[in-house]
């Protein structure tokens, strides 16, 4: 599933992928959302860094999530504080909580700031922004 | 006496605070710390010891080349952002007790709203690198919408209410009625207008979120044995800690919940000790937050607390943030909020608690805090 709708940003403020991250990036562009899981005691952690907190391990992979989750919380920001957002205040940035545990940043397509709220169901939709960076938005899940 | 008690604060200084200092924060700096030597009754060359703010832009060097120090005998500074300050009072305090340092000064002076504004994610934004490649491109691009997010869910967890954030910032402000030297000295608020104010991150409005000013301010720490021989009062560090990490912690924890146990065998006392607080107001709901996770009162009770005006310098149990703080007074980041947790040890505040033993200043929701009482 591909989103229309733009990040909230545009091209203006893209995440930078670095080795520690990179796969988290590779899998979004191919239309997968996984989440960095160690190897060896199986917590999931995001975002994604080289050892595990729990048990200490370099070792993990990279596991599929569902998409599906729910806002854990939100915000919605009425004054821009960077100049690509000067004309698209208000705008809600959401915690989403995905069924698997982790929680991501992220933006929701479809829905008004003023229709949110916590606990809201939601799913995964992908936004290819550039030839590298797909992004995780989600929307109101069917 | 606890251990740390052979430390004192020994000299306050700060500048004018303003929207535009037409000067330097170098020229800021030095002045808050001209004006604290003086306060201390110590020569600029006997410093040996500077302390910062790692985001500020005056350097150790820089400050000892204006001061013309005999012997930079220690340095250093703390990492974060604004919420380092009791940090570095507790560093100073291990210098001096370990003998690095005779005479720390901590200082900072920095633009922060006619140069690098907070605000704007100036000073803590990271251009999508690093764990912020998770956050900012959805708009996370300043403090105030990660910590706007935690408040939203900790709103949902413990039923406290934006009229309660509202309280904060009201009593406050009454607060800085009664401080010629406070940003909003001459402006009252009232609940009502709190509450008609416009959100600039809900669920943050206007009045919920801190000043951004220009100005410097300076402390000096020594020994207690010399601080006796000083001109001012010694301000005596009871207890200064600060927090980093926590594995344990729960989305809606703030730090406090991790360095309290601490702080609080340090200093040998608990909550119910505390005559008066200073507690980090970035934003006001914070402050309901430190009073429920430092155990000034229980989860989900801190917004009646502060209804219930216990808070208020007039008439309550815990007055807090007696110089107006960072909403009304200056957000010089924990600073201004130090430099009152020693007035009300001296007994010079504006709003002055009477026969304060216990002065409690948070500089970061839980990240530090210190403990300040008179000469036993």
Aim: aromatic share 8%; charged share 20%; hydrophobic share 40%.
């Amino acid at each position: 599933m591909t989103s229309e709708a733009p990040n909230i940003l545009g091209e203006l403020l893209l995440p930078v992928p670095e080795p520690d991250n990179q796969p988290y990036w590779d899998a979004l562009r191919a239309g997968e959302l996984r989440i960095q899981r160690c190897a060896s005691c199986g917590e999931l952690r995001h975002p994604p860094q080289p050892m595990c907190p729990r048990c200490g391990s370099f070792e993990h992979g990279w596991s599929l999530m569902s998409g599906r989750g729910e806002v854990f919380s939100y915000v919605v920001a009425h004054q821009p504080v960077h100049p690509a957002l000067r004309d698209k205040t208000p705008f809600a940035t959401v915690l989403v909580q995905l069924e698997e545990g982790p929680r991501l940043a992220s933006n929701l397509v479809g829905v008004e700031p003023g229709e949110i709220e916590i606990g809201l169901p939601v799913e995964v939709v992908f936004h290819p922004v550039t030839e590298e960076i797909t992004l995780a938005l989600f929307r109101r899940a069917k | 006496m606890a251990d740390h008690d052979h430390v004192a604060i020994v000299g306050i200084g700060e500048t004018d605070y303003s929207g535009e200092s037409g000067r330097s924060e170098l020229m800021l700096a030095l002045q808050a710390i001209r004006a604290a030597l003086d306060d201390a009754g110590i020569a600029p060359h006997e410093v040996d010891g500077l302390m910062r703010w790692a985001v500020d832009t005056s350097s150790e060097a820089s400050i000892a080349d204006n001061l013309g120090l005999r012997d930079l005998a220690w340095f250093g500074e703390v990492s974060q952002a604004g919420n380092v300050g009791a940090a570095l009072v507790a560093s100073a305090t291990a210098a001096i007790k370990a003998g690095l340092a005779e005479v720390v000064v901590i200082y900072r002076g920095v633009n922060g709203r006619s140069g690098r504004r907070y605000g704007s994610g100036a000073v803590t934004g990271r251009r999508g690198q690093g764990s912020a490649a998770f956050s900012e491109p959805f708009g996370l691009l300043t403090p105030q919408h990660g910590l706007a997010m935690m408040a939203q869910r900790r709103m949902y967890e413990t039923g406290v209410t934006n009229r309660q954030f509202g309280m904060v910032a009201v009593t406050e402000r009454a607060h800085a009625n009664r401080n010629p030297r406070a940003t909003f000295f001459d402006r009252p608020l009232t609940i009502e207008e709190h509450q008609q104010s416009r959100y600039v991150v809900e669920p943050f409005r206007l009045y919920d979120c801190c000043l951004e000013t220009d100005g410097g301010g300076a402390l000096v720490l020594t020994s207690l044995e010399r601080a006796r021989s000083l001109k001012s009062a010694p301000a005596v560090v009871r207890a200064a800690a600060q927090h980093g990490y926590a594995a344990a912690r729960e989305y809606t924890d703030t730090s406090a919940r991790f360095l309290a146990p601490r702080l609080w065998a340090q200093a040998g006392i608990g909550p119910g000790d505390i005559d008066v607080a200073q507690i980090y107001d970035h934003f006001a709901p914070f402050v309901i937050f430190a009073l429920e996770d430092y155990g000034f009162a229980d989860r989900g009770e801190g917004g009646p607390f502060v209804e219930s005006g216990a808070i208020s310098w007039e008439g309550g149990i815990l007055p807090v943030n007696t110089s107006g703080g960072h909403l009304s007074e200056a957000y010089m980041q924990g600073m201004n909020q130090l430099l009152e947790g020693v007035r009300q040890v001296r007994g010079t505040s504006t709003a002055q608690v009477e026969n304060v033993e216990a002065s409690f200043v948070d500089t970061g929701i839980g990240t530090g805090a210190v403990i300040l009482g008179p000469d036993a």
